[in-house]
């Protein structure tokens, strides 16, 4: 038998508790992705980033039922906050919305190297791509007892500006950060990041 093609629309919010990887593989079969900062409810109807759910819905099924009766490519839409952007104090989270067409780039994984590695650099860390093993070491001083992330907001959010993150100052300031080379250009990134390190004690 020949398998059946069912054409899906997945939609996600950000401030919304869910399954994290239900996206990518989603997407990998084949299903469309609208992703907003909405809240546990129904776009048209969310407390944070409403929008006309109706309309973006009566379009997709529009396209899907197209004059040559085929589907159109998988693709997603996603809103993109500005990166300073504070939500709880925003009826509407400030940013734009962009298309990712079903031909994206693939992941992309770069190696974070310290500028001048033992010549006495000043820290900075260097992109190199693609990303390559390093035995580079970056010396870092943890404060005893710091403790990073208190302001992050709940685990499992279900749209209440009480449940997500809020002025998150002290946990930056108490957080072991780096600093790149300066960007050439704008980049946005949609993902899930991941770091791996390798993490050695002096006492």
């Known amino acids: 038998d020949a398998p059946v093609a069912v054409p899906t629309l997945l939609v996600q919010g950000t401030h919304c ?20 900062t909405f809240g546990h409810a129904y776009p048209h109807l969310s407390p944070l980033g409403a929008f006309d759910f109706v309309g973006e819905l009566t379009a997709w099924v529009r396209a899907v039922a ?4 085929e589907l159109p490519p998988p693709q997603a839409r996603f809103f993109v906050t500005r990166h300073d952007g504070h939500v709880p104090k925003a009826a ?20 974070l190297a310290p500028a001048d590695a033992g010549k006495g650099g000043d820290g900075t860390l260097v992109i190199h791509s693609p990303a390559a093993p390093t035995n580079a070491a970056l010396a870092v001083k ?8 208190d302001a992050a907001g709940r685990w499992f959010t279900y749209g209440d500006a009480r449940e997500l993150p ?18 050439t250009e704008t980049v946005t990134m949609v993902c899930r990041p991941r770091l791996e390190v390798g993490v050695a004690a002096a006492n």
């Open 17 to 36: 508790g869910s399954y994290a990887n239900c996206i990518p593989r989603m997407r990998a079969r084949g299903a469309h992705v609208l992703y907003g």
């Open 66 to 69: 197209g004059p040559a009766g």
């Open 92 to 111: 509407e989270p400030e940013g734009s919305w962009r298309d990712e067409a079903a031909d994206a780039p693939t992941p992309l994984a770069f190696t």
């Open 142 to 149: 943890v404060p005893v007892g710091a403790t990073s992330g």
């Open 166 to 183: 809020g002025n998150q100052a002290a946990d930056d300031a108490a957080a072991l950060r780096f600093t790149t080379e300066p960007l």
